[in-house]
């Protein structure tokens, strides 16, 4: 009885513990965004990052920045999760660089479709404006969106979110005597 007991016992943690986290998987996956770099000049693609998160039932991006008198910095949080979204460094008179996330995912990474996801109205779109003069004045979302429109995860998350904002973030890591061939615009969006 006591044999039996015991693997009846072991039967079920094995059960318990064994290795499938699709569960765990498919809710933290459930979360995320993705960031997807425009070369400010050019308007290329130039890759991007699709980041995971825990569950929130909002997504609201806050930023800290540090204004560059010789150095400064911004960074990109989700409020919801207290977790980065972006960070870098900002140089007056050099060039600062992307902290986080450490690397971005190259454009091969990044399937594409088809048909081009139609441009949202100009309202859907949302600067993030950590700087008053960040952004030009009347900026064209326009071009923008066709540097990514093709994509297959613009595809899924305007699909699973219609409604989102589409958050855009001009980096600019030189600033003073600064040179536009290092900036790039992010467009932030959330499925």
Not at 55 to 80: R, W
């Amino acid at each position: 009885m006591k044999k039996t007991f015991l693997f009846l016992s072991l039967g079920v943690l094995a059960i318990a513990c064994s290795g499938d986290d699709a569960t765990t998987i498919k809710d933290s996956a459930q979360n995320k965004v993705v960031l997807l770099q425009v070369d400010y000049l050019t308007g290329a693609f130039e890759g991007g990052k699709e980041l995971i998160f825990p569950e929130a039932e909002d997504f609201t991006l806050t930023y800290d920045y540090t204004s560059p008198g010789d150095f400064g910095d911004i960074t990109l949080n989700y409020e919801e999760v207290n977790q980065p979204l972006f960070a870098g460094t900002i140089v007056w008179d050099g060039k600062g660089e992307r902290e986080f996330p450490e690397a971005i995912d190259a454009i091969s990474a990044f399937a594409t479709t088809n048909t081009n996801v139609a441009l949202p109205a100009n309202d859907t779109f949302e600067q993030v404006n950590y700087n008053e003069d960040a952004y030009p004045e009347n900026m064209s979302y326009q071009p923008l969106w066709e540097a990514v429109d093709n994509l297959q995860v613009v595809k899924e998350y305007r699909q699973s979110n219609p409604t989102a904002k589409v958050r855009v973030f001009l980096y600019t890591p030189s600033v003073g005597m600064g040179n536009p061939a290092e900036w790039d615009y992010y467009l932030i969006l959330k499925n």
